[in-house]
Structures are given as structure tokens and as C-alpha cells.
């Protein structure tokens, strides 16, 4: 029901150090300068799966907007909800993302070898 809660924390959170590493100039890393990357990959995970559960009732308009939030039983349970499925999509999201950082650097990497290589060596 709230696991959405966990990634779009993480967003938020990215989005800060982004913001502020792009204020501050310095030179950048590579996980810094692809953090975009992730940020939109949480942000739209986030948001679809807000979206889904607007759609099935689970947040409604009104106070405390989770509907499982209203009754101490069901808040534990969505509790759980949020330390497993939410911890485990915010971990899988940004494993997915630093693999493709890593092959993205790769790529990188390899093309400005070919780009240097004698025609003959190719």
C-alpha cells in the first residue's frame, strides 16, 4: 500500500545531492554526473506506482490518505510493506542504475580506444 513512500524518499533525497553538487562546479564523478539517471528512474517508479494505488482505493483525499494508515492493525502491516517491498525496490532500482552507470563507462571507454587504434589494428 506505501511502498511507493520509500523510493520516492530516495528521489527526494537524490535529487538534493544532485542539486547541490550541480551548485556547487566541482568536478564530478560518474555517479554523480548519471544521478539523473536515477532520479528520473525513481521519480517515474514512484509516481506509476502512486498512480496504481489511487487506482485501486489504497490513497484516497482525505486525512491520513492511506487507508490502511486509519487503523493501528493495518498501519503495522503497511509498515512492513514499506521496510520490504519499498527498501527492496529502492535497492534493486539504484543496483540497476549503478550497472548502468558502470556499462555506460565502459562503452565509453572502448569507443575512445577504437577511436584511437591505427585503421590496420581494427
Do not use: Y
Amino acid at each position: 500500500m506505501a511502498c511507493f513512500i520509500v523510493p520516492a524518499t530516495e528521489a527526494v533525497i537524490t535529487t538534493i545531492i544532485k542539486k547541490k553538487s550541480d551548485k556547487n562546479g566541482k568536478e564530478q564523478n560518474m555517479f554523480i554526473e548519471r544521478m539523473s539517471w536515477l532520479n528520473n528512474m525513481l521519480w517515474g517508479g514512484s509516481a506509476l506506482l502512486a498512480f496504481e494505488h489511487i487506482w485501486h482505493g489504497e490513497i484516497v483525499p482525505l486525512f491520513p490518505f492511506l487507508t490502511n494508515a486509519a487503523d493501528p492493525s493495518s498501519a503495522q502491516e503497511m509498515l512492513f510493506e514499506m521496510a520490504t517491498s519499498g527498501v527492496g525496490m529502492a535497492v534493486l532500482v539504484t543496483c540497476v542504475w549503478a550497472i548502468m552507470v558502470m556499462a555506460a563507462k565502459h562503452i565509453e571507454k572502448t569507443a575512445a580506444v577504437s577511436e584511437r587504434m591505427p585503421l590496420n589494428r581494427r
